[in-house]
Antibody, heavy 115, light 115 residues
């Protein structure tokens, strides 16, 4: 069974960089897309972007200037960096497998942007 | 105007059917899109239910009961998630999603209450 687990700081200061990792197990990295999706408190879902196992990426145009997603195949891990954060970036951040059909999700990690 | 609009809430009785709508913004033709549906129960990540474009282009999520089905109402420019034989465990938030303008875009979600 594929499992994903997010990790990283739960509190980030305004203007700094949010960094999260997602470690996956139980399946192959090959031929899949690996995505980040977030959910601000009490509201809906926002797709952040994905990385393909080959290393190619695609980001939400609304976040593209601030986002980087990378992949470390040796660690079965992919990462999210979001720079210049503000309170509007406070959310539960999920990692997921897929592109459209997000078939496996992590449990999510709360990230709060506050000084 | 949002790309995808969902009613904020819907109530239905156990054993009945519920029709959840996802209306596409004017100028975006529902006929050209695959519409994805996700279920999110309180405190859990979303779960993929199904995608629907047409009767010849549809996919049920792994392990998702057949009482969850997708369709479209072209006259309303909307995608529909139909849940038949409602059970208490179906109480959740439901999100629709499409690929639009180079991003996965989610609707605001419908909170389904089964009572």
């Amino acid at each position: 069974q594929v499992q994903l687990q997010e990790s990283g700081p739960g509190l980030v200061k305004p203007s700094e960089t949010l960094s999260l990792n997602c470690t996956f197990s139980g399946g192959s990295i090959s031929n899949y897309y690996w995505s980040w999706i977030r959910q601000p408190p009490g509201t809906g879902l926002e797709w952040i972007g994905y990385i393909y196992y080959s290393g190619s990426t695609n980001y939400n145009p609304s976040l593209r200037s601030r986002v980087t997603i990378s992949l470390d195949t040796s660690k079965n891990q992919f990462s999210l960096k979001l720079k210049s954060v503000s309170a509007a970036d406070t959310a539960v951040y999920y990692c997921a497998r897929g592109d459209g059909t997000f078939d496996f999700w992590g449990q999510g990690t709360q990230v709060t942007v506050s000084s | 105007q949002a790309v995808l609009t969902q009613p904020s809430s819907l109530s239905a009785s156990p054993g009945a059917s519920a029709s959840l709508t996802c209306t596409l913004r004017s100028g975006i033709n529902v006929g050209t899109y695959r519409i994805y549906w996700y279920q999110q129960k309180s405190g859990s990540p979303p779960q993929y239910l199904l995608r629907y474009k047409s009767d010849s282009d549809k996919q049920q999520g792994s392990g998702v009961p057949s009482r969850f089905s997708g369709s479209k109402d072209a006259s309303a420019n909307a995608g529909i998630l139909l849940i038949s034989g409602l059970q208490s465990e179906d109480e959740a938030d439901y999100y629709c999603m499409i690929w639009h303008s180079s991003a996965w875009v989610f609707g605001g979600g419908t909170k389904l209450t089964v009572l």
